[in-house]
């Protein structure tokens, strides 16, 4: 019995969600380039859900849906207030967040297919609202309810900052939550299978899934990466800073990755918003820094950026605080674990693996005083 390590190349289960062949990203056999310039997150939401893109009248109930259960029960909004908040990690509350919620979901141990779709239109909802409320609470600010009339896209933002934001950082944004939505067999999405094949309940899968997606090797490079930039902090440092970090053999964050081999489709969509959002916002030196980073790594060690690299400086030109990026992040995977964790249901087998074993061979007790 051999392993292999980080169960590289491994098909460990099959999925009519997404795929990546080729270094082509599709949604339901939607290429990713084809749905990050025409659709809205809610139309990726229910194409993952239901593996067809949603009729205008499916779309609208969709949104409604959505819209009426954005508001978090007050039990989980006064947890916040019961520790340190400004010392925590926003992911850290957010995976405590959501598995409360479950606590106040009187649906949460129901495992009817039913059940669970409307769990997940609960969880996706108020993912939103728990992000947002954590950013405004640590800040000393009131949480801001949802506009019904809002994209999910706006109401975020909306959310956030209490303002209405502008079209073009609603396309950003939106373009960004298309994006990031589902990725195949990512980390997160394995745990979250993972979690659920043992017939756990739909709320111990996205609990598990956000712990997945915390570490810096998933989706906590982003603010990585905007960590990086900010202790880089001009064009002209770069080449000394990552030159350093390439002969210390240290891992430029936001570079790499274990499927695409010639590069992330993804990351031509943020590097283009990129460019737009930080002109516009008269900061082009996190575009250029970016830039220049992405042509020495990719120039020197043929690794180019993966999603996470490019959406740190458009998160950031959108106000949104650094240790936001990966529960943004959360809230669009949000979508695709919760189509995983349907999938796996309407088809389980308990997902055990097995270790190739490498310690002692068989040996023979010791009493404890003769050790
Ligand atoms: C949404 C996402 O999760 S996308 C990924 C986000 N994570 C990051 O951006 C963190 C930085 N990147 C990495 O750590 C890796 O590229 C991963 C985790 C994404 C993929 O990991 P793996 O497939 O296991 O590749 P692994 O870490 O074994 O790297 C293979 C080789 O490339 C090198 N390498 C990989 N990524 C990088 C990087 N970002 N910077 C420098 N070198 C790198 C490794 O040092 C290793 O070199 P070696 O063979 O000389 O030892
Ligand atoms: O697929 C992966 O390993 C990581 C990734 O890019 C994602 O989750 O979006």
Do not use: C
Not at 21 to 38: K, Q, R
Not at 122 to 129: L, N, V, W
Not at 330 to 341: E, M
């Amino acid at each position: 019995m051999t392993s292999s390590k980080g169960l590289e190349g491994v098909v460990a289960t099959q999925s009519a969600i997404s795929s990546i062949i080729d270094d082509t990203l599709t949604y339901v056999g939607y290429d990713i380039d084809d749905l990050a310039v025409n659709a809205s997150f809610e139309e990726v939401i229910y194409l993952l859900w239901h593996q067809r893109l949603p009729k205008a009248e499916e779309l609208a109930e969709l949104k409604q849906q959505l819209a009426d259960n954005m508001a978090v029960p007050q039990a989980v909004l006064d947890h916040f207030k019961t520790y340190d908040i400004k010392s925590v990690h926003p992911m850290a509350a957010l995976r405590t967040a959501v598995s409360m919620l479950g606590l106040f979901d009187e649906e949460a141990e129901v495992m009817e297919p039913a059940a669970n779709y409307r769990k997940a239109i609960k969880i996706q909802a108020k993912i939103s609202t728990l992000v947002t409320a954590f950013g405004r609470i640590r800040n000393g600010q009131e949480p801001i309810a949802p506009k019904s009339d809002l994209s999910f896209a706006a109401n975020f933002l909306y959310m956030l900052s209490g303002n209405v934001p502008e079209a073009i950082e609603e396309e950003a944004f939106n373009k960004a939550l298309v994006l990031h939505a589902d990725h195949e067999l990512n980390a997160s999405t394995f745990t979250a299978r993972v979690a659920v094949a043992t017939l756990s309940d739909v709320y111990s899968g996205v609990t598990a899934a956000i712990g997945a997606l915390k570490g810096p090797l998933h989706g906590g490079a982003n603010e990585q990466v905007m960590k990086m930039l900010t202790e880089i902090s001009s064009v002209d440092n770069v080449e000394k800073v990552i030159n350093e970090k390439l002969a210390n053999k240290e891992k430029i964050m936001g570079f790499g990755h274990r499927v695409y081999r010639k590069g992330d489709p993804r990351a031509k969509h943020l590097r283009e918003m990129s460019r737009k959002l930080t002109k516009i916002r008269g900061e082009e030196k996190w575009y250029d820094m970016s830039v220049k980073i992405d042509e020495i790594v990719t120039g020197q060690k043929d690794l180019p950026p993966n999603v996470d690299f490019y959406s740190a400086s458009v998160y950031h030109s959108l106000n949104i605080e650094h240790d936001l990026f990966t529960p943004v992040f959360a809230l669009s995977r949000t979508s695709g674990w919760l189509a995983h964790i349907q999938e796996q249901y309407s088809n389980n087998r308990l997902i055990r693996p097995r270790a190739e074993y490498i310690g002692p061979g068989l040996q023979a007790y010791v009493p404890v005083e003769e050790r």
